[in-house]
């Protein structure tokens, strides 16, 4: 999907710290002192425009949760939304999932949230994908021991994919829908994209997996 470049992006970004924070890298191993609680923390690795983070956070003030994403004409975004949530236990960083382990330290992350992540359909790409080996490598080494991942997305191809490749990795998988909207699954929250998609009658899958 083509994202509009927005120049006035990055200064945006820079005059909201309490929301976009500058200097993740600081917080390693302590993120208890930025948000002054010890509640557990959840991330979702490409937040988008912030929806479902913004929404988990309403839903749940008792998790801290923390939004990623590269894109500075995407994550301003999600940073409107925070400013009008204006929510205590709700944080982004704009940045590489990649270099999560420059910011998390073990057992700082509870749970991480994938939500329709680029698929990345050609073979060339996979070490792309972030259900990939190494993603599942580098999200392994900022869970707490028996730490979860919860995926969806509208693209059959990356489910099944993504479903090999939790497996591969020795994951325990603790539950899979294959038709999101038309099951018993309570307490979704929906992205942008998911609204969109769903709308037109597209099939949301999802599954939710355990690092063992």
Known sequence: MR???KPWARERIEQH???V???PESYIGKWNNLFENDNPIHIEVGTGKGRFITEMARVHPNINYIGIELAESVIVSALDKLIEADLPNVKLLNTNGEDLRNFFAKNDVQRVYLN???PWPKNRHEKRRLTYKTFLKIY???LIDGGEIHFK??????FEYSLVSFSEYGMLLKGV???LHKSEF???IMTEYEEKFSAKGQPIYRCEVKYL
């Open 21 to 23: 924070i500058p200097n």
């Open 140 to 142: 392994e080494d900022i």
């Open 116 to 118: 329709f992540s680029d």
């Open 3 to 5: 994202v509009r470049h």
């Open 177 to 179: 829908w294959l038709d």
């Open 17 to 19: 710290p309490q929301y």
């Open 186 to 188: 309570e307490g979704n």
């Open 153 to 158: 997305t509208d693209n059959r191809g990356l």
